[in-house]
């Protein structure tokens, strides 16, 4: 492979050599004059981005103990109090990693239904999880609690700093920071959001259309009773479905209002600006007052072109842009980051299949292709026009079938992706519920991010791969199939009860068995 540099401004030619400490890994840094000059490898991944794709991402590496480094250019972490919806697959990935209690605290539960378009129905019976609901919880809570996560496993967070500048060779990849030093690590994943430097200096293209309808979304207090505002949310609300305030604590509410004829799109909003949409579209402004936090959003519909080049990698909202409509975005970004940080351990640990990393894209960018199509159709039928409502009316009476309705809420909740990895039953490639086992529940033994075998027949063995996929036997377990092979995603690899079938999938995921 060629060296590769990209770089937002040339690094200066007379910088001195150094030696510097990053935390507490010493390494000489040095400006990187020439391919074959380059400082030691301090880190094994550096993220750019401590969001939750950056911090989720970085948590599962250390899993295996990887070296991570992850940069932030904000300083501090975000003051304004957004409710971002974890649906149901996200939750399930919380509960693998242990880390679904710790969460709950700080949520409220909502059923898991009416998030199609917002077409109000309630959620099918029975949907295939322990965990059928969605949890709002404030962006900075879940933030936080995931690089907390990180930081206990042994991730580096240094905020205030971005990346400016790379070069990647056969070895590794020199990275330059925005204050000018320069660190070396084998491999740069950019989960620096919807404007990724990462992404702009690696030359990826980021095809699909601009915005073309702008929203505003805010909360703030407001100065009329509850039951006034909800008779009239309801009413405008049949035509207008970009339109709501959503109660939100005392008094607060959660507004969203399209944003048409209000002031320039690079300009942040003001509370007038919402006070004019309010009065335009429901006739009242409701004596909103006091915001907590006021932006805008448009419906720009954007898939990078690659996820992977060479030893630099995209994740997140660097690799894809949507509108907000379903709650998919950071649910998608952190589902990446579970995909992705096992394969990309093992690359680094030695033990990955030739092809192992490249699945990350194989199985994540069909999935991205989706949510940015039922987005764009969910878009379409907030429209006010007379066609998109007349299909939403149609739609709407379509989803009193189950069938319909059950398939809407598994795209929006992730819980209906199935991985393509071959002829086999319906089962394979598709995640396994949280069942029950004779150890009490699947997922808690998935916590360290290992694979595992469950094993009802009790004859099988993971043998030479024991020091990556643990082994469960239980013939008690509430499955239909013999044996499953689960990766540490929790996406089922192989199903059966034959033990040289078993191996060549044991090779297939995990590598060489240990000799």
Known sequence: MHSQQVT????????????????????????????????????DVIIAGCGPTGAMLAAELRLHDVRVLVLEKETEP??????????????????M????????????RRPAGGFFAAIPKPAPKGLDSAHAYLLGIPQPVIEHLLEEHAIELGAQVRRGCSVAGFEQDDEGVTVELSDGEQLRSRYLVGCDGARSTVRKLLGVGFPGEPSRTDTLMGEMKAGVPQEEIAATVTEVSKTHQRFWLRPFGERVYSVVVPAAGVSDRAEPPTLNDFKQRLRAIAGTDFGVHSPRWLSRFGDATRLAERYRVGRVLLAGDAAHIHPPIGGQGLNLGVQDAFNLGWKLAAQIRGW????????????????????????????????????????????????????????????????????????????????????????????????RGRGLLLDRTERLTVGGWSDRVDYLADPTAVLDVPCVLLRPDGHVAWIGDDQRDLDDHLSRWFGKPAT
Not at 16 to 27: A, F, L, N
Not at 97 to 108: A, E, N, Q, S
Not at 396 to 410: A, K, P, S
Request: glycine content about 8%; hydrophobic content about 35%.
């Open 8 to 43: 937002a401004e040339p690094p200066s030619n007379d910088r001195v050599e150094r030696d510097s400490t990053v935390g507490d890994v010493p390494g000489v840094l040095r400006s990187p004059a020439s391919g074959a000059d380059h400082a030691p490898l301090v880190f």
């Open 352 to 447: 990955a299949p030739e092809t192992l990393l490249d699945t990350y894209q194989a199985e994540r960018h069909p999935v991205a292709e989706d949510v940015l199509d039922n987005t764009r159709a969910q878009m379409e039928l907030t429209s006010t026009e007379p066609g998109p409502q007349a299909v939403r009316r149609l739609l709407t009476e379509l989803m009193d079938f189950d069938e319909v309705n059950r398939h809407l809420i598994e795209k929006i909740t992730a819980i209906g992706i199935r991985y393509d990895f071959g002829e086999g039953p319906d089962l394979l490639g598709r995640r396994l519920r949280d069942i029950d086992v004779k150890q009490g529940h699947l997922y808690g033994l998935l916590h």
């Open 97 to 108: 990693r242990g880390l679904l209690d710790r969460i709950l605290p700080h949520g409220r």
């Open 78 to 95: 975000k003051s304004f109090v957004r409710i971002v919806g974890l649906h149901i697959r996200s939750l399930e990935l919380m509960a």
